[in-house]
């Protein structure tokens, strides 16, 4: 007598999550573990330990989720059906994949070939060096196999590798809010913080899909005629530590309507007096909801800049405390820009 399969995610393993439907098997109370709002982030993970942490913490900083999958030792339903399924779902507009070892490396590469010519993938694998490799055999009964042939299926697949959990932090944070491929890889840096500017403009530099734009000469000429003498009017454009609200509005329309670049990447250092963050707010949500390039900002500090941020956020503009981490999530969306 021939039986039906059945289908089950586990053993070992938190549970699932669904914001679309409400479907909330996870075992960790409220209470202990945040449930993040709707959005368009899945999340896979083959241990129930980290996923729960990072989704607490995603759920703390305004993530938003649409599926959560922790599946554990994957005694039926694995990596790949999870890929799979996740390619195809409509609430789903980027995969993080968190996994230590898989159990069909063929399944998996055309799983995961098939889901990041769709939308992006980004994987963090456990178990890349020695003692990561012994702990997975213990933790999820997988091997993880050598680190080398996992990174370069990856890459073969096309998928995004982070290399630790703050870079999963940025990725998701820059394809979840992020409406658009930006056109090209040129990035126009706008600052009130010369300091900041140098440091951004290294960052830029040294990235490997990104390279500074070159403000054009009647940009130039036309914001001359209307910031300070000392004004530095070129890549990156230093409105000043004295710059108010109207010079941040004058130089992002001044960019966005600039053929020469393709990315803005706006530092905005909330210190300074003359700023109303209200009305800086307000503008830069309404030119991010018009434009047709991505912007990007960098914002620093205490709570005050933190509330700034997420106010930014919450309307679509992805946020990075540091150059670095914004440059780095701006390099995976740029090198995407093809597909």
Known sequence: MKRNRIAAIGPNCLG????????????????????????????????????????DLAAQEGYGFAKFVSYGNAMNIDESDLLDHLASDPETKVICLYIEGVHDGKKFLAAATR????????????????????????????????????????RQAGLIIAYDLEEVFDYL?????????????????????????????????QARHLRMATLSPATAAFLKKLF???????????????????RYQLA?????????????????????????????????????????????AIVTGSEFATRFARRLEDRGIPCYEFPARAVRALNVLAARRTR
């Open 16 to 55: 699932v999550l669904d914001t679309t439907t409400n479907i909330d098997t996870l075992f960790l109370p409220p209470d202990r573990l945040l449930r993040p709002k709707r959005g368009g982030i899945s999340f896979i993970s083959q241990s129930g330990a980290l996923s729960s942490a990072v989704l």
């Open 115 to 154: 889901a990041a010519a769709k939308k992006p993938v980004i994987v963090l694998k456990g178990g890349i060096t020695e003692a990561g490799s012994k702990a997975t055999l213990s933790h999820t009964g997988s091997l993880a196999g050598a680190a080398e042939v996992y990174l370069g299926a990856f």
């Open 173 to 205: 944070k820059i394809f979840e809010k992020t409406a658009m491929k930006p056109r090209g890889n040129r990035v126009q840096i706008i600052t009130n913080g010369g300091g900041y500017g140098i440091i951004t403009a290294d960052e830029i530099s």
């Open 228 to 246: 300070p003498p000392i004004a530095v009017i070129s890549n990156p454009l230093d409105v000043l530590g004295d710059a108010t609200e109207d």
């Open 252 to 296: 992002i329309e001044a960019c966005l309507k600039d053929k020469g670049n393709d990315i803005l990447l706006v530092v905005m250092l909330p210190q300074t007096p003359l700023l109303n963050l209200d009305k800086l707010a307000m503008q830069t949500i309404e030119f991010a909801q018009r434009s047709k390039k991505p912007i990007v």
